[in-house]
């Protein structure tokens, strides 16, 4: 399994951006999905963004038009830009590595996790 390290989570103001990052200890070209998650407390963890080998991408319909998720094989870095935050995505947002299509997300790699906050 690869390792995860999260960054870029912090305190936004309503209507503000925030630029997540996921780098991976190895090579991501060939994982078959990364994506992004979060999970706010009481609440059951929540798939935000996929983005897979290829490039195709899949949002939740909560975040459609505002968070943008991309790869940079490279840099073994996955990326969430994420615009026009309300406090409703205000949670811990996890990066997760699918390595295989027949293994749910579920049982791949998990990064620690980075706060994300919206509030005036």
């Known amino acids: 399994q690869v390792q995860l390290v999260e960054s870029g989570g912090g305190l936004v103001q309503p209507g503000g951006s925030l630029r997540l990052s996921c780098a991976a200890s190895g090579s991501i070209a060939s994982i078959y999905a990364m994506g992004w998650y979060r999970q706010a407390p009481i609440k059951q963890r929540e798939v935000v963004a996929l983005?897979?080998?290829?490039?195709?991408?899949m949002y939740a319909d909560s975040v459609k038009g505002r968070f943008t998720i991309s790869r940079d094989n490279a840099k073994n870095t996955v990326y969430l830009q994420m615009n026009s935050l309300k406090p409703e995505d205000t949670s811990v947002y996890y990066c997760?590595?699918?390595?295989?299509?027949?293994?749910?997300?579920?049982?791949?790699?998990w990064g620690q996790g980075t706060q994300v906050t919206v509030s005036s």
């Open positions: 997760n590595a699918q390595e295989w299509a027949t293994i749910p997300a579920e049982f791949g790699s």
């Open positions: 983005i897979s080998s290829g490039g195709a991408t």
